[in-house]
């Protein structure tokens, strides 16, 4: 049998994901058993505290055990954490530690939404892709400089390591996993037991775009604003460039190296957002947001609104305007 291990790390983390974990796993455990196999895996929640509290001490968690007394074990998961992730992995470095030298004796390890800065700080993900929730995707890149960050993409799937977006979407991830360990049929089976969507592949859709603003080039700061407050226009790379006193290519440089956009992805971002605020808050036609957003061409309006959301104007504005979706 193989050997589970959910990890319920010290501070205020996200319960609903060491829940969920235990629920599908258990639940696709049982469903194995019911198809005249045996169980394939014992799960077990584990930590470095006792007793560790949520929510003001409203909720707590017993772990089944300290994690010392696993010698051994197939899968990790880590749980989303809370918003000091500083904190979160000072206050868990023995767990961390334990995660890295399990993965080398053969462990996989998945993280759930923002559990990634727990994997991140372990060195696994160094020059590996990962996932976290598109809220934290910018300090994340800022602390963790040598992992190729895929703040878009719902699941990273790497040499027996797994990272996921945010929230709730540790459920699809979860969903995968099952999938990855048993078998389609029985992922289908707890997809439809939890009713959580199979196959989903991305966040974008759901992610509220902010600007890239933890770097110090000054410069890029100040065109970034330029771009916010000019979304009506379109604005040229050699305009931008002139405008502060910038060669073009040494322009496009630090911009890249500031924000992880070109200048033109950061302006299309931008545009795509005040899109997407119309399309969800106002009667506005499709071509009326269009132009509001600074484009004339419907084929290229709609190319890079799907690029970046990963759904049509139509289908966006449809699934996110009520007064749309009752047309």
């Known amino acids: 049998m193989k050997h589970l291990t959910i990890l319920a790390p010290k501070g205020e983390n996200n319960l609903s994901s060491i829940i969920g974990t235990f629920k599908i796993f258990s639940r696709a455990n049982s469903y194995w058993k019911q198809t005249g196999k045996k169980q394939l895996f014992n799960i077990q929640v584990a930590g470095i505290s006792k007793k560790v509290e949520y929510y003001d001490s409203l909720f707590s968690v017993k772990p089944h055990l300290h994690i010392s007394?696993?010698?051994k074990t197939d899968l990790i998961i880590i749980p989303s954490l809370n918003h000091n992730y500083t904190k979160a992995v000072s206050e868990n470095r023995v767990m961390i530690d334990w995660?890295?030298?399990q993965y080398r004796r053969g462990a996989e390890v998945a993280s759930i939404c923002t559990g990634a800065f727990?994997?991140?700080?372990?060195?696994?993900?160094?020059?590996?892709?990962c996932s976290t929730h598109w809220a934290a995707a910018d300090t994340f890149a800022h602390l963790f400089p040598n992992v190729n960050l895929e703040?878009?993409?719902l699941i990273t799937d790497e040499h027996g390591i797994y990272t996921n977006g945010g929230a709730y979407s540790f459920l699809n991830l979860v969903i995968?996993?099952?999938?990855?360990?048993?078998?389609?049929?029985t992922a289908i089976y707890c997809s439809k037991v939890f009713q959580i969507d199979v196959d989903r592949q991305s966040q974008s859709a759901f992610t509220i775009f902010t600007g890239q603003k933890m770097h110090s080039d000054e410069v890029v700061k100040k065109a970034q604003t330029y771009i916010e407050t000019?979304?009506?226009e379109?604005?040229?790379i050699e305009q931008l460039s002139s405008k502060f006193a910038v060669g073009r290519r040494n322009f496009d440089r630090r911009f890249i190296k500031a924000t992880g956009n070109t200048p033109i992805e950061y302006s299309q971002r931008v545009k795509v957002e005040a899109a997407k605020k119309a399309f969800e808050t106002s009667s506005r036609t499709i071509n009326e947001v269009m132009y509001h957003v600074g484009y004339a061409d419907p084929k290229a309006f709609r190319e890079v609104f799907k690029k970046i959301t990963g759904l049509s104007p139509m289908q966006y504005r449809f699934r996110y305007n009520k007064e749309a979706a009752v047309d």
Do not use: N, P
């Not at 727990?118 to 892709?129: E, F």
């Open 230 to 232: 000019r979304i009506d």
């Open 151 to 153: 703040a878009d993409k």
């Open 69 to 71: 007394e696993i010698s």
């Open 118 to 129: 727990m994997l991140a700080s372990s060195g696994l993900l160094d020059g590996r892709s």
């Open 234 to 236: 379109r604005i040229s």
């Open 176 to 185: 995968y996993l099952v999938e990855k360990y048993y078998d389609r049929r």
């Open 99 to 101: 995660i890295a030298h």
